[in-house]
């Protein structure tokens, strides 16, 4: 298995540092809106990731955090005239709805930044003994001058990151590169006690201490969009290594952008739609499949003739798989008259196209080519189901019980569900039931207990268990 990694700009063999267990972190939300189809593709792509390694053996701990303070938090809480912590809980709670809604697998933690505040100042009181950073009237910035390999994941010098980058303008910085690891608080704002006085982490320094929190001082993946390669992770890489004086992530993957009309999506730009609008015309199952459908470090041009291609590329693939089931229960009304199958050349195909998917999988998790190795499949399924005389003898229901199995795999890996069944039911059953467990949600922070209390029942008789649990609700049919 290869992957490309952004730190040293070519795909490597993968070698997990434990044999045991694969680590991954990757960045999450800023919990102060729902986020959009770009950010979807940033935590989609890491579950392919986890979801391929899974498949090939692997035991994986998986880290996503949430920034729950920053610039953006403060300025929308005071917009809507709400806490910070009530505008978390809010889009954290929508983050699990949507995410659950693209088949992404649950992480194994959510760490918050509010929840590791401590542990931030203890990091930078080291990187301030280490005379990585300073303090200047309550900020505290990190001297980038002081990191000799500042800039080895963006591939630039100090001079060529200077010129032109996304860095904030602060007279109080000796270098304009220099970025700020605790910001003094300002009136009215959320703030902690710290030796340089009141204040709040930045936005960098959270990121490095939830990672090595919980995945310890050297972990296999850290996973984010290309616009994080600077200064965000380039940054993270200062912080951390300085502290270590090691290197702490071994594979650095990123995806691409997606464009509109050949620009990036951006909520700066404004050009952008959120995962939840674009789910009110499109199945999330279409969405994840058009988010997978090009190579994950590719840009994706988003347009609604995209999400159709999309859309009927996945419908083909699940009429193959019905068919097959069909035929497996005995269904013959489709079948045509026409020459004999030979199971053994079946067989053999089917072997071809899974070695086909397994191998683009294997190279830098190619998901175009091993979706394109499906599509291979189904044509020569349908071509066969089509033109045969098909007798259902105990070798050919074998054979094609192959086939269903490798779409079962395939798409176990993919995040896809090609029953067309349960697509169809994810259409209406799960926005139903997500809107009552919304409705009872509200229902519990009105401490209308007695409504919140008759929605769980009802929703229990009709065979929906629900759990609350501290990501949010969790629900399953029984």
């Known amino acids: 298995m290869k992957i490309y990694n952004t730190l040293t700009r070519k795909k490597e063999e993968f070698q997990p540092i434990d044999e045991e267990q694969v680590k991954i972190y990757t960045c999450g939300p800023t919990v102060y809106d ?13 579950d392919i990731l986890k979801r391929y390694l899974e498949y090939k053996g692997y035991q994986v701990f998986h880290i996503v955090n949430f920034t729950d303070i920053d610039d953006k938090m403060i300025n929308r ?16 709670e929508a983050y699990f709805e949507d995410t659950k809604r693209l088949n992404i697998k649950k992480a194994d933690a959510y760490p918050k930044a509010t ?21 200047v009237d309550g900020d505290v910035f990190f001297a980038v001058k002081q990191f000799e390999d500042y800039g080895k994941l963006s591939n630039q010098s100090l001079e060529e990151l200077a010129s032109g980058s996304r860095v904030d303008i602060n007279e109080k910085k000796r270098n304009p590169l220099d970025f700020v690891l605790w910001k003094n608080s300002k009136a009215g704002e959320p703030s902690w006690d710290s030796p340089w006085g ?14 090595m929190f919980y995945l310890g001082r050297k972990f296999d993946f850290h996973t984010g969009g290309v616009d994080l390669v600077f200064p965000h992770h380039e940054n993270e ?43 009110a015309e499109y199945d999330p199952q279409v969405v994840r499949f058009f988010l997978i459908s090009k190579h994950y470090r590719s840009p994706i041009n988003f347009s609604d003739a995209e999400l159709a291609v999309a859309q009927k590329g996945l419908e083909r ?38 070695k086909k998917f397994v191998a683009a999988m294997d190279d830098d998790l190619n998901t175009a ?59 209406l059953v799960a926005p139903l039931i997500e809107l009552l467990l919304k409705i009872r949600s509200e229902a519990r922070e009105e401490q209308n207990w007695d409504l919140a209390d008759q929605i769980r029942d009802e929703l229990a008789e009709l065979g929906v268990k629900i759990e609350d649990t501290a990501q949010g609700v969790e629900w399953k049919l029984e």
């Open 34 to 46: 729902y986020f959009h189809i770009g950010n979807a593709r940033a935590f989609v792509i890491p």
């Open 237 to 279: 890489i200062a912080q951390s290594e300085a502290v270590t004086e090691s290197q702490v992530v071994n594979y650095w993957l990123h995806n691409g952008y997606i464009n509109i009309d050949g620009e990036k999506m951006s909520k700066s730009l404004g050009n952008f739609f959120t995962t939840r609008e674009i789910f």
């Open 115 to 135: 929840e590791h505040i401590y542990d931030i100042i203890e990091l930078i009181e080291i990187l301030e003994e280490e005379e990585y950073a300073y303090e």
């Open 317 to 354: 693939l699940k009429n193959t798989v019905q068919r097959l089931d069909n035929l497996i229960a005995g269904d013959q009304q489709e079948l045509k008259p026409g020459s004999s199958v030979e199971y053994e050349e079946l067989t053999e195909l089917i072997e071809t196209k899974k």
């Open 198 to 211: 009141a204040g709040r982490p930045g936005w960098h320094t959270e990121c490095s201490v939830m990672s």
């Open 77 to 92: 809480a005071e917009e809507e005239g709400v806490n910070i912590e009530e505008l978390a809980e809010r889009f954290i």
């Open 369 to 427: 080519l091993a979706i394109g190795s499906l599509h291979e499949l189904a044509k020569e399924l349908n071509t066969l189901i089509n033109t045969s005389d098909l007798q259902l003898a105990q070798g050919l229901i074998s054979t094609l019980e192959k086939a269903a199995d490798f779409f079962a795999e395939a798409g176990e890996v993919l995040g896809l569900e090609f029953s067309g069944e349960e697509i169809k039911d994810d259409n």
